[in-house]
């Protein structure tokens, strides 16, 4: 299975502390993690394997996007940060809208993710 782990600047290392509170499950080797970029290199820097798309506002939310609709990502984790605006809004909302069109669970905060996460046990 193919998790995306996306996080805004302030949720950062809410998604590293959330990933390493989930190690033994996210180490499995049956779950496979793609990340934009900083996330991504966030969570190698905790000690795990991800493949690293763009950076968010260069398009890695259109990357992840486009693997969701390609039926290559069967999850998705997007800490998003509610309390700023972000200039590539437009990008948030299409995967969201992917996500919804493809009936791809998304969990945009640590309750929901969690939720998710202890799904697959």
């Given at each position: 299975?193919?998790?995306?782990?996306?996080?805004?600047?302030?949720?950062?290392?809410?998604?590293?502390?959330?990933?390493?509170?989930?190690?033994?499950?996210?180490?499995?080797?049956?779950?496979?993690?793609?990340?934009t970029g900083t996330t991504g290199s966030k969570a190698e820097n905790a000690g795990?394997?991800?493949?690293?798309?763009?950076?968010?506002?260069?398009?890695?939310?259109?990357?992840?996007?486009?693997?969701?609709?390609?039926?290559?990502?069967?999850?998705?984790?997007?800490?998003?940060?509610?309390?700023?605006?972000?200039?590539?809004?437009?990008?948030?909302?299409?995967l969201i809208r992917v996500c919804d069109?493809?009936?791809?669970?998304?969990?945009?905060?640590?309750?929901?993710?969690?939720?998710?996460?202890?799904?697959?046990?």
């Open positions: 299975m193919e998790i995306a782990i996306i996080a805004h600047d302030r949720m950062k290392a809410d998604m590293v502390q959330f990933l390493n509170k989930n190690k033994a499950l996210l180490s499995k080797a049956d779950i496979e993690m793609v990340a795990f394997k991800v493949l690293k798309m763009l950076s968010g506002p260069m398009g890695g939310d259109a990357q992840i996007a486009a693997r969701v609709a390609e039926g290559k990502t069967q999850m998705v984790l997007f800490f998003k940060d509610p309390n700023s605006s972000h200039p590539h809004e437009v990008d948030i909302n299409m069109v493809h009936n791809i669970p998304l969990a945009t905060n640590e309750a929901t993710a969690q939720l998710l996460i202890n799904s697959l046990t």
